[in-house]
């Protein structure tokens, strides 16, 4: 591609007397992981979106899974390598914008905030099913008022979110862990029908489900498990980020499969039958193995997983409005709201402009959501993958920096795969996206484009540089 950056090392002129402040470095290895984790939440992924596959893929949705999440490795290692070659606040875009030129760097900007913006009330829509058992309420509002809690809480210190996201994920881990054991201990059938590629049909019946169905449904697979992209996110305020970006996000992607894998694997073995299976109701199941008591804990756990998972969501898209400001995407007056810090060192002004949008997209229909998200996801992997593949041109070549193993074939690789994925997602689902993207594309050629010395100038903070 051309147009591309200047080296990080020089690309950034001298801060400006108004320049924006910079967000403080407070959070080790355990405090980013505790983040990074959350924002996977993987029992909230488990009883929100996992559900959804069951409907369409059957006893092949622990085989669906299980294959995104090994293309995820591949995807972990670039932003391993990435995230600490450029670690900043911008994440992708940032990574992208350095590597593969400002143009490119635009682009996945924009299906990065698609996915922020859309995952979080997503999952937040998931609130009103598990709390259920004890109140009754609207899913759509039900997922507003946790967004909503949820931007009031990103308002708060970042060190003091640690602590509290962390607590929730521990009883979201417990949650999983239940519907483990309970699904193992009351299996039904045995480990090969984890190949059978079934499917209950309208009539009840069982229905083959085709590779096309496996693969469609990896975007969605790899949208389950792609909250540990976050790592780099944070990496303007993860202490030593050329040490723990990496670790971060490794670890977050192992830890978060098996929470979300075995569960699966045995849900799919101890669902009494295979219509129990398609209908997805794990609440139903779970209730149904033990009794109410542990049914209702189980969905309360989950309602908390999902306020966490909203709480990390949230600090981390402000993130990304944040660099995206700090990096002149917008006109000045926009640049300057967005940029703004508050007394907690939080931005913000850009947490309430993701949140309460988030509030609102819980009133769209949510498989339109899924689909979008999916299209997103996968783009953007193919972008950062594409980058990956530049990351060891000219200076960067010799830049200190955590380097995968097997390149370039890792990102060569992952590049064909994840186009072939794209191809086989729905045309209306690609629309949406594609049209957006167009629409962004034309934003970049009429305003971005034209002022190369002004706009979009993408930077690294003065520590990372040195």
């Known amino acids: 591609m051309t147009d591309t950056l200047r080296p990080a090392e020089t690309a950034v002129p001298d801060a400006a007397p108004d320049s924006p402040q910079k967000l403080k470095r407070s959070i080790g290895v355990v405090g980013g992981t505790l983040l990074t984790l959350s924002c996977v939440t993987p029992a909230s992924t488990l009883f929100v979106v996992v559900p959804d596959l069951f409907g369409s893929l059957g006893t092949a949705t622990a085989l669906t899974i299980a294959i995104g999440s090994l293309l995820c490795v591949a995807v972990a290692f670039c932003y391993s390598e990435l995230g600490t070659l450029i670690p900043s606040a911008g994440g992708e875009y940032a990574m992208v914008s350095t590597l593969a030129g400002r143009l490119a760097g635009w682009l996945v900007f924009v299906l990065s905030l698609l996915v922020v913006m859309i995952v979080p009330p997503v ?86 489900v085709t590779a096309l169905l496996v693969v469609s449904g990896l975007a969605v697979a790899l949208f389950i498990t792609q909250g540990f992209s976050t790592a780099v996110y944070l990496s303007e305020e993860l202490e030593n980020p050329r040490r723990t970006v990496a670790r971060t996000v490794l670890a977050t992607l192992a830890i978060s499969t098996v929470i979300i894998l075995v569960p699966v694997v045995a849900i799919t073995l101890g669902a009494p039958d295979l219509a129990a299976l398609t209908g997805g109701d794990i609440g139903s199941m779970v209730t149904a193995w033990s009794h109410t008591a542990v049914g209702t804990f189980v969905s309360l756990c989950v309602a908390l997983a999902i306020i966490n998972a909203g709480i990390v969501m949230v600090i981390q898209n402000s993130r990304v409005l944040f660099a995206s400001a700090r990096d002149r995407a917008w006109p000045e007056p926009v640049n300057a709201l967005f940029s703004r810090l508050g007394r907690f060192g939080s931005p913000w002004v850009a947490t309430l402009a993701v949140g309460v949008p988030g509030a609102a997209l819980c009133y769209v229909d949510l498989d339109t959501l899924y689909g979008v998200t999916g299209v997103s996801v996968t783009g953007m992997y193919l972008l950062v993958a594409v980058a990956a593949l530049l990351s060891r041109r000219g200076t960067h070549r010799h830049t200190r920096a955590w380097r995968m193993p097997l390149w370039p074939a890792v990102p060569a690789l992952l590049i064909v795969v994840l186009a072939y994925i794209l191809t086989q997602q729905e045309p209306v689902h690609l629309l949406w996206t594609g049209g957006i993207t167009a629409a962004a594309t034309l934003y970049w050629a009429l305003y971005l484009r034209p002022r190369p010395h002004t706009r979009w100038l993408v930077t690294l903070p003065e520590d990372a540089r040195a």
């Open 123 to 208: 999952i937040a829509m998931g609130t009103a099913d598990y709390l259920e058992p004890v109140l009754h309420l609207d899913a759509s509002a039900a997922g507003a008022a946790v967004m909503l809690l949820a931007t009031l809480a990103g308002l708060l210190d970042l060190r003091a979110n640690a602590w509290i996201t962390g607590v929730f994920l521990v009883l979201e881990v417990i949650a999983a862990a239940v519907v483990a054991v309970l699904g193992f201990a009351h299996a039904e059938r045995g480990p090969g029908s984890l190949a059978a590629m079934e499917v209950a049909g309208a009539d009840g019946r069982p229905d083959t």
